[in-house]
């Protein structure tokens, strides 16, 4: 099991692709944990991974956008508690209202979005970056979006987080590089058959997308050993080989 040593954070756990590399991950070894703000969710992604013999994960019910600065600390004194150090960070949690001119797009929803697509992985990652300064090597992965990232018309703050997060990842994989032990990525899925997906592109033939399964193997590249050494990158899973 090549993950079996690793315990991994994942954010959105609940949602398709974070639930979706939840079970990849556990499959291979991985002790997860889990974090999300919708409970009935993260269970039902514990049973699936409890029922497929794969270690047991944690589950951390939280609110990126509503949680305190405090709170954030909070979990990562938690996580030193009853694992010392943490091997890796997948950011998948994701939010998408509409796309609308931004001439008409609504504050709140603006915030929302900001917060967690782009504020929370940035306070998230520091408050865990000790953690992951202790494991021999670590990895953090990011979303992006093939989509948003072209910043099109209409794509609203969704793209401007992702088009920002991408920046941050690049800036932090600089700035960690020298050490050799934290490696930072940035993986984009692709039009796969996912609930955002849909959300997007409601009147879209889902039929002739990937499932989600199917770019699994991207996930568990960037988070075993294999990919050592690979920072600051922009991997696409539609393309990915090893």
Do not use: C
Request: aromatic fraction near 8%; charge should be negative.
């Amino acid at each position: 099991m090549p993950l079996s040593k690793q315990t991994i954070l994942i954010t959105g756990a609940g949602g398709g692709l974070g639930s979706m590399a939840a079970l990849a991950l556990a499959e291979q070894g991985a002790t997860l944990i889990l974090l999300d703000k919708n409970i009935a969710k993260l269970e039902q992604v514990y049973d699936a991974i409890v029922d497929s013999k794969s270690p047991t994960p944690i589950l951390y019910p939280f609110d990126l956008a509503g949680a305190t600065e405090v709170q954030y600390h909070e979990m990562a004194d938690a996580i030193e508690e009853n694992f010392g150090q943490l091997n890796g960070i997948l950011h998948s949690a994701n939010e998408f209202n509409s796309f609308a001119p931004l001439s008409l797009h609504k504050t709140m929803a603006w915030g929302h979005t900001i917060n967690v697509n782009l504020n929370a992985p940035f306070l998230l990652t520091q408050v865990l970056l000790p953690l992951l300064e202790k494991a021999e090597h670590a990895s953090i992965v990011f979303t992006s979006d093939s989509h948003a990232r072209k910043a099109k018309a209409y794509s609203g703050a969704y793209a401007v987080s992702k088009i920002a997060l991408e920046s941050y990842a690049k800036i932090l994989a600089d700035e960690l590089e020298a050490a050799n032990k934290i490696r930072v990525n940035t993986l984009i899925p692709g039009p796969v058959n996912s609930p955002l997906r849909k959300k997007a592109f409601p009147a879209e033939n889902k039929e002739q997308l990937p499932e989600m399964t199917e770019i699994s193997p991207a996930y568990l590249y960037l988070f075993s050993d294999k990919s050592i050494g690979v920072t600051g990158q922009v991997i696409d899973a539609r393309t990915f080989n090893l």
